[in-house]
């Protein structure tokens, strides 16, 4: 069986595509967990005013990268987005 290359062209097209819809919110809570192991004032002073104790925010650091990085490898990417979905319900 062969392929179009309109197919194909298209095909490689979407994958971009999918990659770059996939990297945006990746950087963000990549950037947002690496802050929250820095603990700068404002990110103490945010979680505080949400009703956290300043204690849980590096483990939830952790817990945030560790989510990202599963989802960020292919094998285990349903994982993670279920993990990051389920994070972002109160």
Same mark, same amino acid.
């Given at each position: 069986?062969?392929?179009?290359? =309109?197919?194909?062209?298209?095909?490689? =097209? %979407?994958? #971009?595509?999918?990659?770059?819809?996939?990297?945006?919110?990746?950087?963000f &809570? *990549?950037?947002?967990? !690496?802050?929250? &192991?820095?603990?700068?004032? +404002?990110?103490? =002073?945010?979680?505080v005013? *949400?009703?956290?104790?300043?204690?849980? +925010?590096?483990?939830?650091?952790?817990? &945030?990268?560790?989510?990202?990085? *599963?989802? %960020?490898?292919?094998q285990?990417?349903?994982?993670?987005? +279920?993990?990051?979905? !389920? #994070?972002?319900?109160?």
């Amino acid at each position: 069986m062969q392929l179009d290359n =309109k197919t194909v062209d298209a095909s490689k =097209k %979407m994958l #971009w595509v999918g990659r770059i819809a996939s990297a945006l919110p990746v950087l963000f &809570l *990549l950037v947002d967990g !690496a802050m929250k &192991l820095a603990k700068p004032e +404002i990110v103490v =002073k945010t979680t505080v005013a *949400l009703g956290y104790t300043e204690a849980v +925010i590096l483990p939830l650091g952790i817990v &945030l990268l560790a989510c990202t990085i *599963l989802y %960020m490898i292919p094998q285990t990417a349903v994982v993670g987005a +279920i993990l990051l979905t !389920a #994070w972002g319900v109160p």
